[in-house]
T-cell receptor
């Protein structure tokens, strides 16, 4: 079976730092997503991509950049980390026409 | 904003059948009802989905009201491993491959021995 891998699992950054999160899937899925999850809240969509080199902004794209250079990978960059920021970033992928999504285990970010 | 309403938390005992309710009064005709569950330090895991008819799989039974304004996820004979946050989500039927999930807070299900 396939797998979706997020790296790193934990990330500690400093205020103002540029931080990059990576996501890799071997399902050969077309669409990939980045969601942010804050404690006690639901997931919010940051960016998504429907194919290689495609990028679409979600509801929470300000302060983030994304890159989809290959079909199998989708990276997210926090352009300037905010002090005391703490959240989980979840990557997901989905095949064209298939119903369900597969999520990675998440990257836990803490900014000090 | 999430278009679904769920209780914040529920508690059950091992072996019981659990009914997790979800209200979606403003659901559109082209929206599926999805359920995901999430345990700590993991991403959400797909449970089931439905459009109009009740559905069943190895994990759960999804009962959808005839007016589609509410649904109930039924977990038979829960075990400790079923303790998780259960998310009820609406997703529009899309002709393209893009489809966005809008998550709310979900229901935190705890299971005691």
């Amino acid at each position: 079976g396939g797998i979706i891998t997020q790296t790193p699992k934990f990330l500690i950054g400093q205020e103002g730092q540029k931080l990059t999160l990576k996501c890799q899937q071997n399902f050969n899925h077309d669409t990939m997503y980045w969601y942010r999850q804050d404690s006690g809240k639901g997931l919010r969509l940051i960016y998504y991509s429907i194919t290689e080199n495609d990028l679409q902004k979600g509801d929470l794209s300000e302060g983030y950049d994304a890159s989809r250079e290959k079909k199998s990978s989708f990276s997210l960059t926090v352009t300037s980390a905010q002090k005391n920021e703490m959240a989980v970033f979840l990557c997901a992928s989905r095949d064209r026409g298939h119903s369900d999504y597969t999520f990675g285990s998440g990257t836990r970010l803490l900014v000090i | 904003d999430a278009k679904t309403t769920q209780p914040d938390s529920m508690e059950s005992t091992e072996g019981e059948t659990v009914h997790l309710p979800c209200s979606h009064a403003t659901i559109s005709g082209n929206e599926y009802i999805y359920w995901y569950r999430q345990v700590p330090l993991q991403g959400p895991e797909y449970v089931t989905h439905g459009l109009q008819q009740n559905t069943t799989n190895s994990m759960a039974f999804l009962a959808i009201a005839s007016d589609r304004k509410s649904s109930t996820l039924i977990l038979p004979h829960v075990s400790l491993r079923d303790a998780a946050v259960y998310h009820c989500i609406l997703r529009a039927i899309a002709s393209s491959s893009f489809s966005k999930l809008v998550f709310g807070q979900g229901t935190s299900l705890s299971v005691v021995p």
